[in-house]
């Protein structure tokens, strides 16, 4: 005997705004590479990345890169969390004061008496 097998299926439809991807307008937000313009290259960049899929790929090649030039941005981005951790703690401080105080309602309001 087979069983019934009732399923309810939905399609779900974004509906999104006309997004523009010519060259100019995602020039700053994505990278492109030259390669993927032909077979050739999309082949090349395939087998790169099934290579660097691997984690133990992908972490011998980044121990081979000469990171030197990336010294001062790893740097800066010491002092920019630094200074977030710190604007964040000002930032908890002063709204544990505010919150964990006890207010008085304001004179206008009425007041019970028993």
């Known amino acids: 005997m087979t069983d019934l097998v ?18 100019k307008e995602t020039s700053h937000t994505i990278i492109r590479d030259a390669r ?10 395939a087998a790169f ?3 660097l899929a691997r984690p133990e790929a992908a972490l011998a090649r980044w121990r081979e890169l000469d990171t030197s030039a990336l010294t001062l941005l790893f ?22 004061g505010i ?9 206008s309001w009425p007041t019970r008496r028993s």
Do not use: C, N, W
């Open 6 to 23: 009732t399923t309810d299926v939905f399609k779900f439809v974004a509906v999104r705004p006309p997004q523009r991807v010519s060259d």
């Open 49 to 51: 990345a099934g290579d």
């Open 99 to 107: 919150f964990s105080r006890r207010l008085a309602p304001p004179r």
């Open 36 to 45: 993927a313009s032909d077979p050739a290259g999309v082949r090349t960049l």
């Open 75 to 96: 740097e800066a981005h010491r002092v920019l969390l630094t200074g977030y951790e710190a604007l964040r703690e000002r930032m908890r401080l002063r709204t544990r």
